[in-house]
């Protein structure tokens, strides 16, 4: 072979692996997250990570969070006299009056979450979220003192000096 014709082949695959290397590096780019469940951060978040599903009430984009509230929803649930009900009387879960009790506890946790929320001004409630260098608020004790004591305004005016 005769050396331009090496050299044109050379050049050939120097533009072959610069044109791989840069659709390589935008379809990167374009593609979302391999966890598409989980929101990612980047420069602009504020540092919050949380599964979409663990939002409560309040914010529900990690990106836009500057100070959630953080319960134990299984504590919560356990709190309410729906669960306490059928525990009591041994409703299953999978039974139609098993799955109405559910839904009512978890409408009277999300409401009581609602509540606290707005109590403590707290932007949003979630199941579980982490920071990288920050701990949110746990409001665990609060909703529960909140779902065993109704709608009393007493207990919301008691908080609202606490914090």
């Given amino acids: 072979m005769d050396n331009s014709r090496i050299r044109n082949t050379n050049r050939d695959n120097k533009l072959v692996r610069l044109a791989f290397v840069l659709l390589v590096g935008l379809s990167l780019s374009c593609f979302p997250p391999l966890l598409h469940n989980t929101f990612m951060v980047s420069d602009l978040d504020s540092g919050w990570i949380a599964t979409p599903s663990d939002n409560i009430c309040g914010v529900k984009e990690p990106r836009m969070v500057t100070q959630p509230g953080v319960v134990n929803w299984q504590q919560l649930m356990d709190s309410t006299p729906e669960m306490k009900q059928m525990k009591k009387e041994g409703i299953k879960r999978d039974s139609p009056k ?45 909703v529960i003192a909140l779902i065993k004591n109704g709608n009393k305004k007493e207990v919301l005016v008691q908080w609202k000096e606490r914090v």
Wanted: glycine share 2%; proline share 2%; hydrophobic share 40%.
């Fill in 98 to 142: 098993g799955a109405q009790l559910i839904s009512e506890a978890q409408s009277r946790c999300k409401r009581a979450c609602v509540k606290q929320m707005r109590v403590a001004k707290v932007d949003s409630m979630w199941k579980n979220i982490s920071h990288v260098s920050k701990a949110p608020w746990d409001q665990t004790h609060a």
